[in-house]
Nanobody, 124 residues
Framework: QVQLVQSGGGLVQAGGSLRLSCAAH????????MGWFRQAPGKDREFVAA????????HYATSVKGRFTISGDNAKNTVYLQMNSLKPEDTAVYYC?????????????????WGQGTQVTVSS
């Protein structure tokens, strides 16, 4: 079992920056990858970014590439999402997720464990 505890988020003006953190607790040694997803009101949950724990390789949704950066600190079992040049359309609840297995990193059903979610609101 893995427990994911998120922090960060909040309200920022368009063009601003925020950083989200997600700390993993429990059987973290089995984690293969961690990802960030987001869900806006009335919309489906969508992939934002992912990182594989062993290799450090990263993947991004087209909508955030070049603006968001995912990174991990293995010693702290923590993954971060640095969000720059934020836009109003980035407004959503952001969730971190973890999986023990390799697979389609951009599919939410590939992830077994989820954080509690954190609100990000970008004002225009």
């Amino acid at each position: 079992q893995v427990q994911l505890v998120q922090s960060g988020g909040g309200l920022v003006q368009a063009g601003g920056s925020l950083r989200l953190s997600c700390a993993a607790h429990g059987r973290t040694f089995r984690i293969y990858a961690m990802g960030w997803f987001r869900q806006a009101p009335g919309k489906d949950r969508e992939f934002v970014a992912a990182i594989t724990w062993s290799s450090g390789s990263t993947h991004y949704a087209t909508s955030v590439k070049g603006r968001f950066t995912i990174s991990g600190d293995n010693a702290k079992n923590t993954v971060y999402l640095q969000m720059n040049s934020l836009k109003p359309e980035d407004t959503a609840v952001y969730y971190c997720a973890a999986t023990y297995y390799s697979g389609s990193y951009d599919q939410s059903n590939e992830y077994d464990y989820w954080g509690q979610g954190t609100q990000v609101t970008v004002s225009s």
